[in-house]
């Protein structure tokens, strides 16, 4: 079920009434199970890896570790809830939450990040070695 304060449906159902109203039903597929459900019987591509479930240490680390097989070449993973322990008097903060943690050690290893403001947060990680490649500034025609 949906776990944030004042939203009473179900988190299938509200998914599906946003996919509806931004239009998106026809492109997305949702699959409601669980992440190591899913990931057992992945076989797809993938370009956008959004990680917002169990938000343990172990649980982070699963979602990405299961689905890092199948990001593309030039994949993005974006990780919600990564800026928790900056924010304590946050109503929503939990001592259990990982995904700090995991996207600390991450950076350790070498993976590059980009991490976006406002709280709860949102960080952008590059799966490969050498980080993002940025597109070269335009040069003016003379």
């Known amino acids: ?4 304060p004042g939203v009473e449906s179900d988190s299938y159902d509200f998914l599906m009434s946003r996919l ?5 039903n026809e ?3 949702v699959i409601a199970t669980t992440s190591q459900v899913a990931a057992q019987k992945w076989s797809y591509p993938i370009d956008l890896l959004f990680i917002d479930g169990n938000h343990t240490y172990e649980g982070v680390k699963h979602d990405f570790e299961a689905f890092k097989p199948w990001l593309s070449e ?4 974006l990780f919600h809830d990564s800026h928790w ?3 304590r008097d946050n109503p929503y903060y939990r001592e259990d939450c990982g995904v700090p943690r995991y996207l600390s050690e991450l950076q350790r290893e070498g993976y590059h990040s980009v991490p976006l403001y406002p709280p709860p947060g949102i960080t952008l990680l590059f799966p490969r070695s050498g980080g993002f ?3 070269p500034p335009r040069r003016s025609k003379k």
């Open 27 to 29: 492109w997305c597929e």
């Open 133 to 135: 490649s940025f597109i």
């Open 85 to 87: 322990e900056y924010i």
């Open 74 to 77: 030039h994949a993005i993973v």
């Open 1 to 4: 079920a949906w776990t944030d």
């Open 20 to 24: 509806r109203a931004y239009r998106l």
